[in-house]
């Protein structure tokens, strides 16, 4: 069946970096962009940005614009998100999320991952 | 801080039927498809609609959704207690080139 599994948990000094992956089964990798979403604690969805599986390019909030990367392995079907000089606020659980659109981004993500919660604290 | 605006909760009884309103502007809404996710503390968001009313294969016709100007809205009918859950409406905003989510509205159910 179609599933995205994501790494585990991950606790962070404030100035570090996380990586995130997140493995995609069940359908063509490269056919649907990947997006990544972020859930602070008590607080809504936020979207961190996009990319390409079969291309590579990508597309960040201007909010994570030089502190994100988003990469993807296509010999392995596997996204990474990279987030840098973590403070406590991207204390959060992060999640990646398929576009429901082949070959197009869009607004609509159908399927997600488990999400990985990201703690950041000295 | 979501260019996106949802009541922070709605409530009725099993049975009834609530309406969450999405409310934003020209640069996103009143000009993109909306989406909507249901979210269980725990769980991963679930698609309920996009293209603003269509609905993904399982997804019961209880779900609607449609759009007006700047504002979109998710209709639930025949209420039931595992409805119980955050719901957040989302698109892309055409002036920030990102997509952005609503502020979440939860739903009781009484």
């Known amino acids: 069946q179609v599933q995205l599994v994501q790494s585990g948990a991950e606790v962070k000094k404030p100035g570090a970096s996380v990586r995130v992956s997140c493995k995609a089964s069940g359908y063509t990798f490269t056919s649907y962009y990947m997006h990544w979403v972020r859930q602070a604690p008590g607080q809504g969805l936020e979207w961190t940005g996009v990319i390409n599986p079969s291309a590579g390019t990508t597309s960040y909030a201007q909010k994570f614009q030089g502190r994100v990367t988003m990469t993807r392995d296509t010999s392995t079907s596997t996204v990474y998100m990279e987030l840098t000089s973590l403070r406590s606020e991207d204390t959060a659980v992060y999640y990646c999320a398929r576009d429901q659109e082949v070959s197009l981004p869009t607004e609509a993500f159908d399927i997600w991952g488990q999400g990985t919660m990201v703690t950041v604290s000295s | ?110």
């Not at chain 2, 502007?25 to 269509?54: C, E, F, M, R």
């Not at chain 2, 609905?55 to 779900?63: K, L, V």
């Not at chain 2, 959704?65 to 979109?72: E, R, W």
Request: glycine letters at 12%; a neutral charge.
């Open chain 2, 1 to 110: 801080q979501s260019v996106l605006t949802q009541p922070p909760s709605v409530s009725a009884a099993p049975g009834q039927k609530v309406t969450i309103s999405c409310s934003g502007s020209s640069s996103n809404i009143g000009d993109n498809y909306v989406s909507w996710y249901q979210h269980l503390p725990g769980t991963a968001p679930k698609l309920l609609i996009y293209d603003t009313y269509k609905r993904p294969s399982g997804i019961p016709d209880r779900f609607s959704g449609s759009k007006s100007g700047t504002s979109a809205t998710l209709g639930i009918t025949g209420l039931q207690t595992g409805d119980e859950a955050d719901y957040y409406c989302g698109t892309w905003d055409s002036s920030l080139s990102a997509n952005v989510f609503g502020t979440g509205t939860k739903v009781t159910v009484l």
